[in-house]
C-alpha cells in the first residue's frame, strides 16, 4: 500500500507536541505477559500482528471494507464490551435517546481522531442516532466496531500508521468532512496542511486536549484560523473529571498493573500541579507516599504547599525518588541529565497529554540497554548496571497501561457531543473565526444530566434569593470566566 510522506510538513508540526500515545503503543512479548496485566488481551491474536491491518482483506457483515481494524472477527467482542461501558454511561445514553427524536446533527459530517475505546464507542453509537456521519476515528487503541462508522485504528500503529488512517479519515471519495472532533490537533493540521479547501469548508472544531487547544490558539493568533472552534478542554466539567478526578484514580492503576509497586514510604516527584497533578498528588498521598512536587507556577506552587506538599526542584530530589511522574503537557521535563543521575530501579512515567515530557530520544544511545520485561514496561540499563523503569516509552501512562473510569469519559463525551450540536446548530454570526469556551449552560447540563447516578438531588433558588443573587432559577450559575 502507498506510505504517506510526511517528511515535507514535519518542521511545520516541530512546534506542536505529537500524541504518540494514542498511536504507537507497544506491542506485548508475548500472550500471558498481557493476559495478566491488561483486559485488552483477551481479544488480541498474536498471530494477527505478524501482518499489518493495512495489508489485510476485511469485510464486516454488511459486506462493506471501508474501515481498516486488526482484527474484524472480533466485531462480537466488542459489541459486548461497549455494552458493558453502557451500563455506567447512563447521561450519554439518556443524550442519545433525545438525539434520537431531534436528530441535532442531521447532515452533519463529522470526521474525528481520538482514542477508540468501547466508551468512546458509545459516543460513536450517539452520533449516529443524531444522523450524522463518521467515517474514520483514528488511534491506537484495539478497536471496538461501531455500527455504521468507518474506523481506521488498531493497537500497535507506527507513525506512517497514524497519518495513514487520518489521511483515510479526510480524502474520501464522494463524502467531504463538515465537521472536525478532534482530541490533540493532529487531525485539524491535517487537513489544515494538506487539504485546504476541506479546511475552509469546515464549520465547525472541537477539540479536547490541552496540546490541540494550544494549537488552535495559535493558528488564531496568526490569523489562519478560518473556522469556529470549540475549547472543551477548559469547560469545568472536563477539567475537573478527566484531568483531576479521572487521574486521581487511573494514575495508581497504571503504576500497579505494570510494575506491583507498594506506595507507603515511597518518596515521588510529581512534575506540575494542575488538575492533573493534583489528582496524582492526593491519591499518592492517600496510600503513605512522600510527594514532591515541582512547579513554574507561583499560584499552583501555592496551593501545592497548602495542601501539605514540598515544593522542590526537580534536580534537588532526583537522586533520592523512587518515582518521577510528569503532567506538565511540556516537553523535555526529565532530561538525559536526570536520567543518569536517578537512583537504581527509578520508576519513570508520564500522565501529561504527549509524549514530549519525558527526553526518551536521549536513552536509546549505544552506551545504554534496553530490556523489555514486560509489556508497556522496559529496563534501560546503564554500564555500571542501574536501572531506571521506563513505563509505556514516555507515553501516557493510564491510556497505554490500564484504563480510564467508563464514568468520567461518559462525562468528556457528553461535552463533546454537545459542542458538537452547539457549533453545527448556531445561527450564522454567533460564532466567528475564532475559538470559544462551551457556554456555561451547556457545561453544568452535562453536570445535571449525571447527577441522578448519585441519587443527587438539586436545591432550587426563591424567586428572592434569584434576584438577590441576579442569576437566573435554572442558571448558568458560574460566571464564564470561571
Given amino acids: 500500500s502507498q506510505q504517506i510522506q510526511f517528511a515535507d510538513d514535519m518542521q511545520e508540526f516541530t512546534k506542536f507536541p505529537?500524541?504518540?500515545?494514542?498511536?504507537?503503543?507497544?506491542?506485548?512479548?508475548?500472550?500471558?505477559?498481557?493476559?495478566?496485566?491488561?483486559?485488552?488481551?483477551?481479544?488480541?491474536?498474536?498471530?494477527?500482528?505478524?501482518?499489518?491491518?493495512?495489508?489485510?482483506q476485511q469485510t464486516n457483515s454488511k459486506g462493506s471494507s471501508n474501515f481498516c481494524v486488526k482484527n474484524i472477527k472480533q466485531a462480537e467482542f466488542g459489541r459486548r464490551e461497549i455494552e458493558i461501558a453502557e451500563q455506567d454511561m447512563s447521561a450519554l445514553i439518556s443524550l442519545r435517546k433525545r438525539a434520537q427524536g431531534e436528530k441535532p446533527l442531521a447532515g452533519a459530517k463529522i470526521v474525528g481522531c481520538t482514542h477508540i475505546t468501547a466508551q468512546t464507542a458509545v459516543s460513536g453509537c450517539l452520533f449516529g442516532g443524531s444522523g450524522r456521519t463518521l467515517p474514520s476515528p483514528a488511534n491506537s487503541k484495539d478497536a471496538p466496531v461501531l455500527s455504521g462508522v468507518a474506523v481506521f485504528a488498531w493497537k500497535g500503529e507506527s507513525e506512517d500508521d497514524f497519518w495513514w488512517c487520518i489521511d483515510r479519515c479526510v480524502n474520501v471519495d464522494g463524502w467531504q468532512a463538515n465537521m472536525i472532533l478532534d482530541d490533540g490537533g493532529d487531525l485539524t493540521h491535517w487537513v489544515y496542511k494538506k487539504y485546504p479547501s476541506v479546511f475552509k469548508k469546515i464549520r465547525g472544531i472541537v477539540e479536547e486536549s490541552v496540546t490541540g487547544v494550544h494549537r488552535l490558539y495559535q493558528l488564531s493568533k496568526a490569523g489562519k484560523l478560518c473556522v469556529p472552534a470549540m475549547n472543551v478542554n477548559d469547560s469545568v466539567t472536563k477539567q475537573k473529571f478527566?484531568?483531576?478526578?479521572?487521574?486521581?484514580?487511573?494514575?495508581?492503576d497504571g503504576l500497579k498493573r505494570t510494575t506491583d509497586v507498594m506506595f507507603g514510604g515511597k518518596q515521588v516527584v510529581v512534575c506540575g500541579y494542575g488538575e492533573v497533578g493534583k489528582g496524582c498528588c492526593a491519591a499518592l498521598k492517600a496510600l503513605g507516599a512522600i510527594v514532591y512536587v515541582t512547579e513554574i507556577d507561583p499560584i499552583c506552587a501555592l496551593q501545592a504547599c497548602m495542601d501539605g506538599f514540598r515544593v522542590v526542584k526537580l534536580s534537588e530530589v532526583i537522586r533520592q525518588v523512587d518515582v518521577v511522574i510528569t503532567c506538565t503537557g511540556n516537553k523535555n521535563v526529565v532530561t538525559r541529565e536526570h536520567l543518569d543521575r536517578m537512583k537504581n530501579s527509578c520508576i519513570v512515567c508520564n500522565m501529561g497529554h504527549s509524549n514530549t515530557e519525558i527526553d526518551v530520544t536521549s536513552?536509546?544511545?549505544?552506551?545504554?540497554?534496553?530490556?523489555?520485561?514486560?509489556?508497556?514496561?522496559?529496563?534501560?540499563?546503564?554500564?555500571?548496571?542501574?536501572?531506571?523503569?521506563?513505563?509505556?516509552?514516555?507515553?501516557?501512562?493510564?491510556?497505554?497501561?490500564?484504563?480510564?473510569?467508563?464514568?468520567?469519559?461518559?462525562?468528556?463525551?457528553?461535552?463533546?457531543?454537545?459542542?458538537?450540536?452547539?457549533?453545527?446548530?448556531?445561527?450564522?454570526?454567533?460564532?466567528?473565526?475564532?475559538?470559544?469556551?462551551?457556554?456555561?449552560?451547556?457545561?453544568?447540563y452535562v453536570a445535571s444530566l449525571h447527577l441522578p447516578s448519585f441519587d443527587a438531588h438539586l436545591t432550587e433558588l426563591t424567586d428572592d434569593q434569584a434576584k438577590y443573587l441576579g442569576l437566573n432559577k435554572n442558571g448558568p450559575f458560574k460566571p464564564n470566566y470561571y
Wanted: aromatic share 6%; with cysteine.
Fill in 18 to 56: 505529537t500524541k504518540t500515545g494514542r498511536r504507537s503503543l507497544s506491542r506485548s512479548i508475548s500472550q500471558s505477559s498481557t493476559d495478566s496485566y491488561s483486559s485488552a488481551a483477551s481479544y488480541t491474536d498474536s498471530s494477527d500482528d505478524e501482518v499489518s491491518p493495512r495489508e489485510k
Fill in 242 to 252: 478527566d484531568n483531576l478526578y479521572c487521574c486521581r484514580e487511573s494514575i495508581l
Fill in 363 to 444: 536513552l536509546r544511545t549505544p552506551e545504554l540497554t534496553w530490556e523489555r520485561v514486560r509489556s508497556q514496561v522496559d529496563h534501560v540499563i546503564w554500564p555500571d548496571g542501574k536501572r531506571v523503569v521506563l513505563l509505556a516509552e514516555g507515553r501516557l501512562l493510564n491510556l497505554s497501561c490500564s484504563t480510564v473510569p467508563t464514568f468520567v469519559l461518559s462525562i468528556t463525551a457528553t461535552t463533546q457531543a454537545l459542542a458538537l450540536i452547539e457549533l453545527y446548530n448556531a445561527p450564522e454570526g454567533r460564532y466567528k473565526q475564532d475559538v470559544y469556551l462551551l457556554p456555561k449552560k451547556m457545561d453544568e
